[in-house]
């Protein structure tokens, strides 16, 4: 697919990071943009920046996401690019015990669903919508309706202590990403997954210099976190070569990360 004006394109978590670096960098290409995000502030801003619209969407709402495609498709028309960015983390260890008290403490199950219904279930509810949509589309001369890339992480694969939630959120969009691409593949429709390494972003930004310091020389090469620009470069990769299909990539600088 080529990007340029006649294409219409969503970015959830489009408000932030790794979001926002690929709104920017779709715009930059004249694709019209609708920012899925909470942070209205921020959202608003950058869709001022870039020419776009902001909808203030919850991916784990049903009506907030319907509200959300309906609000982007009245001012761009039906998008032909979806790009999964929304998500968070946690740092919960599945048993643990008070080190001053010995008290075991217990895993709060309410924020393991958290994790999973932002992380995994969000991210499938607006593929499946926006699949949906895309099938209203003519094929484009390659036949081709619609590319989608979701973000899983590194730690899909090498979770580190702490991430029991987020790895297996993760880990269920990697799983996800084959099934669903062969479920769209009689319709044109292309997915792919990135797995970032460590991303500088305002995930990230709250973090002591010396914790990003010790974080940047744990990459073998090049030894510094990844700039949002990279994964927005990757993200335009897998939606414009239009032979990257069920695929799930990970853009990390050969980082694997230790338990802890
Ligand atoms: N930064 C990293 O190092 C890194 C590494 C691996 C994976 N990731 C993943 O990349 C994605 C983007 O992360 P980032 O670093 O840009 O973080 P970020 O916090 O800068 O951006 C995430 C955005 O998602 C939005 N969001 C969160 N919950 C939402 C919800 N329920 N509905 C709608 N929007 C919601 C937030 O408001 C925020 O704007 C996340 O899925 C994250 O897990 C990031």
Known sequence: MQLDATI???VTGGASGLGAATARRLASHGVKVALFDLNEAAG?????????????VDVTNEASVDAGFAKARAAHGQERVLVNCAGTGNAVKTASRDKATGEIKHFPLANFDRIIQINLVGTFRCIAKSAAG???????????????????????VDGQMGQ????????????????????????????????????DTPLLQGAPDNVKAALAASVPFPKRLGNPAEYAHLAETMITNGYFNGECVRLDGAIRMAPR
């Open 8 to 10: 219409a394109a969503i």
């Open 44 to 56: 608003e801003a950058l869709a001022r920046e870039i020419g776009g619209l902001f909808c203030a």
């Open 134 to 156: 895309m099938l209203t589309l003519e094929p484009l001369a390659d036949g081709e309706r619609g590319a989608i890339v979701n973000t899983a992480s590194v730690a899909a």
């Open 164 to 199: 029991a939630s987020y790895s297996a959120s993760k880990a269920g969009v990697v799983g996800m990403t084959l099934p669903v691409a062969r479920d769209l593949m009689g319709e044109g429709i292309r997915v792919n997954t990135i797995l970032p390494g460590i991303f």
